[in-house]
């Protein structure tokens, strides 16, 4: 049990404008809640879309984003049997569902109408303690490095439930567009699941690092016809593309990267709409699905797949302190993998 009774936190006051690294108090478990002390928290595009507002529903007031955090329980609310003090868990985006309505029953929880989402509906990770669910929080596994597991919390469940979404079986091409957070994590995913990956971004600096991970092809946005590059690369689309980009352009180009009957999955949530070509769709019989986040179940197995050694987040470690200066490097497209804040 810790005796701290104030955090120091990143807090959004108000949308667009710079958080503040102020002190709180630190919060108290409810019924069937943990308090975490966390050790390390990933920054999620996602937090910079938060803070700034960027979608139709806002998050709650004075909020403190992050829903990739990593720390250990340092206490237990009334009635909690699963998690004990001393525990490595961590939180996620689906902080909470009710395990009740249709989707909840039908195991798509992930759509859960009342679901809460960690660092954006409830306080988050960027903070030196947080709550979490002790039905949802993630169990860390034995000898997982805090820092590298972080990213695996939101970036790495994202891109696995997607994958899986984009049913490209091995041997098959699969488009990773966007070699940021998610994207370079998506490639490592793809390729030990057996898919063979081409790599789209607008940085070279992007592409090599997905060259590294094992994408066999590397399309560059900003040279030529994208879309033309990819369908010659892979004998006519790909099998599936897996939008992580976070401009509207991006996504109208995955369809046309699409083979006939491939499946184009969107992840990213760059603001805005896109024009889609309705005669490329219908003609060439293409999927276009949206994907959000991932099960319980699909992020035991995603970290799974990093307690194997089958993927390794490239990670760059830093502090809240710097959080405003983080998410402009962030929104610059200069950031190698993900920044991993520690505590
Ligand atoms: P990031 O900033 O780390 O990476 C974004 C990448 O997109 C960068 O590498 C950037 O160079 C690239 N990019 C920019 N414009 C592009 C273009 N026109 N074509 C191709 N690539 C382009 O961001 P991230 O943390 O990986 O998050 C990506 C997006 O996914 C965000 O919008 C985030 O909110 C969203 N997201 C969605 C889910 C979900 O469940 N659906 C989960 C997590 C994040
Ligand atoms: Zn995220
Ligand atoms: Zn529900």
């Given at each position: 049990m810790s005796d701290a009774t104030t955090m120091k936190a990143a807090v959004?006051?108000?949308?667009?404008a710079p958080l503040s690294v102020e002190s709180l108090e630190v919060p108290v478990p409810g019924p069937g809640q943990a308090l975490v002390e966390n050790l390390a928290t990933g920054v999620c595009h996602t937090d910079l879309h938060a803070a700034r507002g960027d979608w139709p529903v806002p998050p709650k007031a004075d909020l403190v984003p992050g829903h990739e955090g990593v720390g250990r329980v340092v206490a237990v609310g009334e009635g909690v049997t699963t998690l004990a003090v001393g525990d490595l868990v961590g939180n996620a985006?689906?902080?909470?569902?009710?395990?009740?309505?249709e989707f909840c029953r039908k195991?798509?929880?992930?759509?859960?109408?009342n679901a809460q989402y960690g660092g954006y509906t409830i306080n988050g990770s960027f903070g030196e303690y947080m709550l979490v669910d002790e039905k949802f929080a993630a169990r860390i596994p034995q000898g997982a490095d805090p820092v590298e597991v972080a990213p695996v919390l939101c970036a790495g469940v994202t891109v696995y439930k997607g994958l899986k979404q984009a049913e490209v079986r091995p041997g098959e091409w699969v488009v990773i567009s966007g070699i940021g957070g998610l994207g370079h994590v998506a490639v490592q995913y793809a390729v030990a699941m057996g898919m063979r990956v081409v790599a789209v971004d607008v940085a070279n600096d992007k592409l090599e690092l997905a060259a590294r991970f094992g994408a066999e092809v590397l399309v560059?946005?900003?040279?030529?016809d994208p879309v033309a590059k990819v369908v010659e690369a892979t004998g006519g689309g790909a099998h599936g593309v897996l939008v992580t980009a976070v401009h509207p352009s991006a996504f109208g180009q995955a369809i046309g990267m699409t083979r006939r009957a491939g499946t184009a999955v969107f992840v990213g949530l760059p603001p805005g709409d896109f024009p889609a070509a309705i005669f490329d769709i219908v003609l060439r019989g293409i999927t276009v699905r949206g994907s959000l986040v991932g099960t319980r179940q699909d992020l035991e197995e995603a970290l799974d797949f990093y307690a194997r050694g089958l993927i390794h987040p490239t990670v760059t470690e830093d502090r809240i302190e710097n959080i405003n200066e983080i998410f402009e490097r962030l929104e610059a497209g200069k950031v190698d993998g993900r920044i991993v804040v520690t505590y």
């Open positions: 959004v006051h108000q949308l667009g985006w689906l902080w909470s569902a009710c395990g009740v309505c195991g798509m929880e992930t759509l859960c109408p560059n946005v900003t040279e030529g």
